[in-house]
């Protein structure tokens, strides 16, 4: 079991940035990828970024050189820095680690941060 705290979210006008944090119960150095995803008004749920352990990222294409994923396992905390923000980003953000037990892999989600980019 994995509990996660996202943080950071807020109200932000168009070209400036955020930093959002997700804090996990449990170190988070063994979790196989840590991600962020997004759910916007009407939209289904999309990745936005993951991190594996190996320290390999994806990011989707629409936040490619404005976003960045980070881990700090001593604080057991993920975050995503978000730099250039538009208003299409615009959405509630959710933290997701999933855990590899055996031949099992586990989802466990956070309960999501807003974030509105607006003027």
């Known amino acids: 079991q994995v509990q996660l705290v996202e943080s950071g979210g807020g109200l932000v006008q168009p070209g400036g940035s955020l930093r959002l944090s997700c804090a996990a119960s449990r170190s988070i150095f063994s979790i196989y990828a840590m991600g962020w995803y997004r759910q916007g008004p009407g939209k289904q749920r999309e990745l936005v970024a993951a991190?594996?352990?190996?320290?390999?990222?994806n990011y989707a294409d629409s936040v490619k050189g404005r976003f960045t994923i980070s881990r700090d396992n001593a604080k057991n905390t993920v975050y995503l820095q978000m730099n250039s923000l538009k208003p299409e980003d615009t959405a509630v953000y959710y933290c997701?680690?999933?855990?590899?037990?055996?031949?099992?892999?586990?989802?466990?989600w956070g309960q999501g941060t807003q974030v509105t980019v607006s003027s």
């Open positions: 997701n680690a999933a855990v590899v037990a055996g031949s099992a892999e586990y989802s466990f």
């Open positions: 991190l594996r352990s190996g320290g390999s990222t």
